[in-house]
C-alpha cells in the first residue's frame, strides 16, 4: 500500500463523530422515551409466568436458530450454481434455473411448506418402499419439510441475486486470470466466485435477515419454534401483549446480531478494485 493510499485510508480528525452531535436535543427526547417505554413495559404488565417458560422459550429459540442457518446454508450452495446456470449455462441448464427461481419467488412462502407438509408429507405413508426405509423416522417428523421449503425459498432468492454478481464480475479479470493460464475451476475457485460473494454480501445480509423472519411460518407445521412457544405462552396464560413483545425483543436481538456479524464479515473482506 502506498502513501498515497494510505494517506486516504487515514481518518481526519474531523471525520471523527463526536459525542456533541450525538446528544442532540431530539435524539435525548427519543432516548427518554424509549427508556421510559421500556420501564412501563417492565413494570406494569405481568411477567410473572416467564420463569416458568423460559427453558421451552430458550429450545424455542434453539429450534429457529437451527432452522435459519441450516436453511440458509443449503439455500446458498444450491444459489451457486442457479446463479451460474443462469449466466454461462446452455439452455437446458439456464431455463430450468430461471424458470425455478421465478415459479418459487411468485409465489407464497406458506403455500409451498403446506403443499411440501400436506401434500408431498401425505403421500409418502401410502407408499411401504418408503415407510419400511431408514427414511420413514424423519419423512414422518415436520421439521424436513419446514427445512426443505425454506431451503428452497432461500435459493431462489440467493440464485437470482448470485446471478447478477456472477453477471457484475467485470470480464476484465476473468481474462486476465485465463491469460495467466488459469484452469476453468481454479479461475471460478480463486477469482470468480469470491468476487460475485463480495458483490452480493450486502443483499445476502438482507436476504438471511428475512429467513429468520420466515422461520415463524414452520410453526404451523407443528415445528416448535419460538413463536410456537410463544403461541402456547398466549393460549395458556390468555395474556396478549406480553408474550407477542417478547417475541418481537428476541426476534430484534438476533436480528441485531445477524447484521452485526454480516458487517464485520463485510468489514474483513478487502474492498479494494470491488
Known amino acids: ?60 429459540i434453539l429450534v429457529s436458530l437451527a432452522m435459519l442457518f441450516t436453511t440458509s446454508l443449503l439455500g446458498f450452495l444450491i444459489a451457486v450454481p442457479l446463479g451460474l446456470a443462469q449466466v454461462t449455462g446452455p439452455w437446458f441448464l439456464k431455463v430450468p434455473a430461471r424458470l425455478f427461481c421465478t415459479v418459487i419467488r411468485g409465489t407464497p412462502l406458506l403455500l409451498q411448506l403446506w403443499l411440501l407438509y400436506y401434500g408431498l408429507g401425505s403421500l409418502f405413508p401410502q407408499f411401504p418402499a418408503i415407510r419400511q426405509s431408514f427414511l420413514w423416522p424423519y419423512l414422518r417428523e415436520a421439521w424436513p419439510y419446514g427445512i426443505a421449503a425454506l431451503t428452497i425459498s432461500f435459493a431462489a432468492y440467493e440464485g437470482e441475486v448470485m446471478r447478477g454478481a456472477f453477471a457484475g464480475v467485470p470480464k476484465g479479470e476473468l481474462e486476465a486470470a485465463h491469460a495467466y493460464g488459469m484452469g476453468r475451476w481454479t479461475l471460478f475457485r480463486r477469482i470468480w466466485l469470491p468476487r ?72 474483513r473482506i478487502p474492498t479494494r478494485g470491488a
Open 1 to 60: 500500500m502506498n502513501n498515497e493510499t494510505t494517506h486516504a485510508l487515514a481518518l481526519s480528525p474531523e471525520d471523527i463523530p463526536k459525542a456533541e452531535s450525538f446528544f442532540k436535543p431530539h435524539r435525548i427526547v427519543l432516548i427518554i422515551l424509549f427508556v421510559g417505554l421500556v420501564l412501563s413495559i417492565a413494570i406494569l404488565m405481568r411477567w410473572d409466568w416467564l420463569p416458568r417458560y423460559l427453558p421451552q422459550l430458550g429450545n424455542g
Open 196 to 267: 460475485a460473494v463480495h458483490r452480493a454480501l450486502p443483499t445476502l445480509t438482507g436476504e438471511t435477515v428475512l429467513q429468520l423472519k420466515s422461520t415463524p411460518l414452520v410453526a404451523t407445521i407443528t415445528v416448535v419454534d419460538v413463536y410456537a412457544v410463544i403461541s402456547k405462552v398466549r393460549q395458556e396464560t390468555y395474556l396478549t401483549y406480553e408474550p407477542l413483545l417478547l417475541l418481537a425483543l428476541v426476534y430484534m436481538c438476533l436480528t441485531g446480531l445477524l447484521v452485526l456479524a454480516f458487517r464485520y464479515l463485510e468489514n
